[in-house]
Each structure stands twice: as structure tokens, then as C-alpha cells.
């Protein structure tokens, strides 16, 4: 088969290298003649790691010596429950911008009624499908903490800026950290799964600052309390120890090109790329407000017209060897994840084949 151009939503494609390095380690970790996925997560080898990821993030991102770091199981998912049960005391606000963000909020609700707190959208954007990022609104100074997705991976729309916020801020960072400079002293909390830009699925990161926690007065249990894992640097428990030592190559990889600063730039070329043949085309149309168009998840559609098109466009792409392009379920059409791994000349090969299926249709 020749090379294929992939642009799943999740779990997303990682560079050659740390596939390449990641097989080695399977057979051998570090010489030590046992395989990665049998050593003990007690041994020194290990401990390394561990260390040399937490610096890893601590050095790309630039985060200060008021948070940590720290990995754990359960998706990003899990993280929603943890930032209720972490934060929630009284009153939360969320921003309404897209499935993963209504999730979040579903389990602060659910968390806050059975103790007489409450969770609320402050805004929202599913007045028209969640394809904008909602503004002008206002964030009461009270809030125990407001909570934004700042790519919404499904609808392509991105927070691109670090808001200032009047009460805490948390953030889940999902399926857009380590594709720009974050101003991290701005978060009391950034979560996400890494398996959309950092890595594999299995391990999820959480940058906590420290003095953020010990504020809500319900019992926490254990393994949901985040104070746990940061005494214990991620290994209170078995870490997933596999993943976690995938998503170390991933960093090292992103360091070598040259950090977040260098993924950013790329990645910008990357979606101007495409959305700028998207606005060239007359054959497909762009689904998310132009201003909010996020740099990692670009959703387009057949323009009026030539809706009657879109299968044929699909079996056209799958014939050239690009795949993962089938936009979700709730918008339809197209979506095409440009994460970090995503070159250039794979986007390239998806414009050129807009241009040729253009041609055709000519
Ligand atoms: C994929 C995704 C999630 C869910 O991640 P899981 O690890 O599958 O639970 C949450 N938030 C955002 C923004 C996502 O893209």
C-alpha cells in the first residue's frame, strides 16, 4: 500500500519515530532486557520517565512553579467528574460550546444536586450547531470556577487566546494542547486525554496549580482526589505505564522540531492550507465561524448544490489513500484533524485532491 494519509479525530497519528521507539521498547527497555510493558513501575529505569515527561511538559509548555503536573487513567472523560468533585462548592459556570463541553457540565450538575451546589451554562452556541465560540458575555466574580473546552474537536472551533478571568479558570485542553503557546498561571486547572495530540490513548495529563486544591468541604474519595496523585507524582497507584512512555517520545519528538512555538507555526500553515482551498472551491464550504476556526479539527460540507456529491467525494478521497476525513455524526460532511503529526504534504495531497475532484466536476 502506498502512503497513507491520516486524519482520524482520535486516537490520533503519532510520528514514525516514536512508533520506531516505542517497538524497541517492547522488546527492551533501556537495556534492561525486559519489555516496557513488564517492568515495574517501581524500578529506577522507570522512575526516569516519569521524571523526564513531567519536565518535558513542564518545558514546552512553560508552566510555572505554582502547578504540577500529573497522569492518570480514565480518559477525559473521568476528568469531568474530577473537576466537580475537586472545585465545586457552590456555583459553577460552563461554556456551552459542543458535546465534550455539555458532558462536563452533565457531571458537575449531577454532582452538585445531590449536595445543594449548582453547575450552569453561561453561554452557548447550540443555537446554531455550537459552529462559533459565544462572547460578550459576563463571568461573575463568584463563580467557584468557569469552565471552557477550548477546541471543540467534533464542530472545529477553537479558543485561540487565554481568557482573563474574574474567578477561577479550567480548561480542557484536549484535542488542542501543544498546538500553541498557553499561558498556563492563567488556568487553576488544564485536563485532557492525550491521545488527540501527545500521544497514545490510556493516559490522560492534568496541570494543577497547587495551591487550587483543599477548597470544597465534601469527603473526596481517594482516587478522584487530585491532592492524591500530586503527593505521589502519578504513582499512587499502577501508572499506565505504556502510554505514558508513548506520550514521552511524543514530547521528545515535539521538542526536536523545535517546541510548541515551531508546532504552532506549522500547524497554522497547515490549516491555512486547507482552509484557504475550502474557500477556493466552490464545490465545499467551510462549517465553523471564520473567526473561531480551529487550527487542529477542520469541518467543511458539499456547498448548496452539490450535497449530492459527498459520497461520491468520499470514495475519491478513500481511492487516493486518504482516510479518517468522515465528519462526525451531529455535523456531517467532512472533518479533517490536523494534529501535530499531520504533515504538511498530507494536507497538501487532501487540497490536491479537492482540486482534481473540482476538475472532474467541471
Ligand atoms: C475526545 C475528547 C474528550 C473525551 O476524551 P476521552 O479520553 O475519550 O474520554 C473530551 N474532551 C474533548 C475536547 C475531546 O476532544
Not at 116 to 122: E, P, Q
Request: aromatic share 10%.
Amino acid at each position: 500500500m502506498g502512503k497513507v494519509h491520516v486524519f482520524n479525530a482520535g486516537p490520533c497519528l503519532l510520528p514514525q519515530v516514536v512508533y520506531d521507539n516505542s517497538i524497541e521498547a517492547i522488546k527492551d527497555f533501556k537495556g534492561t532486557g525486559v519489555s516496557v510493558l513488564s517492568i515495574s513501575h517501581r524500578t529506577p529505569g522507570w522512575d526516569e520517565t516519569m521524571d523526564e515527561c513531567r519536565a518535558l511538559w513542564r518545558e514546552l509548555l512553560h508552566i510555572p512553579d505554582t502547578h504540577e503536573v500529573v497522569f492518570l487513567g480514565g480518559g477525559a472523560s473521568l476528568q469531568f467528574l474530577y473537576v466537580a468533585m475537586n472545585y465545586l462548592e457552590k456555583k459553577a459556570g460552563y461554556l456551552e460550546t459542543g458535546v465534550w463541553a455539555k458532558k462536563a457540565l452533565k457531571e458537575a450538575k449531577g454532582l452538585g444536586e445531590s449536595q445543594g451546589a449548582v453547575a450552569y451554562a453561561l453561554a452557548s452556541s447550540a443555537d446554531r450547531n455550537y459552529s462559533y465560540i459565544p462572547k460578550g458575555y459576563e463571568i461573575p466574580a463568584d463563580l467557584d470556577y468557569f469552565h471552557i473546552t477550548t477546541n471543540n474537536t467534533i464542530y472545529g472551533t477553537e479558543i485561540k487566546e487565554d481568557y482573563d478571568c474574574p474567578c477561577p479558570l479550567i480548561a480542557d485542553m484536549s484535542s488542542d494542547i501543544m498546538s500553541r503557546p498557553v499561558d498556563v498561571s492563567k488556568y487553576d486547572l488544564i485536563y485532557g486525554g492525550a491521545q488527540k495530540n501527545v500521544g497514545p490513548a490510556g493516559v490522560i495529563f492534568a496541570i494543577i496549580k497547587k495551591d487550587s486544591l483543599g477548597r470544597v468541604s465534601r469527603y473526596i474519595p481517594t482516587m478522584l482526589d487530585y491532592r492524591t496523585h500530586l503527593d505521589k507524582l502519578s504513582m499512587f497507584n499502577t501508572p499506565p505505564v505504556f502510554s505514558i512512555f508513548v506520550m514521552n517520545e511524543t514530547l521528545k519528538w515535539i521538542k526536536s522540531m523545535g517546541g510548541v512555538e515551531a508546532m504552532h507555526r506549522i500547524d497554522n500553515e497547515k490549516a491555512d492550507l486547507l482552509y484557504g482551498e475550502i474557500d477556493r472551491n466552490p464545490l465545499f464550504v467551510g462549517t465553523a465561524a471564520k473567526e473561531d476556526r480551529s487550527i487542529m479539527n477542520v469541518c467543511f460540507v458539499m456547498a448548496p448544490g452539490f450535497e449530492n456529491l459527498q459520497d461520491e467525494f468520499m470514495a475519491f478521497t478513500k481511492a487516493r489513500n486518504i482516510i479518517g476525513i468522515k465528519g462526525h455524526r451531529s455535523v456531517g460532511g467532512f472533518r479533517a484533524s490536523l494534529y501535530n503529526a499531520c504533515t504538511k504534504e498530507d494536507v497538501q495531497a487532501l487540497v490536491d485532491c479537492m482540486k482534481e475532484f473540482e476538475e472532474l466536476k467541471k
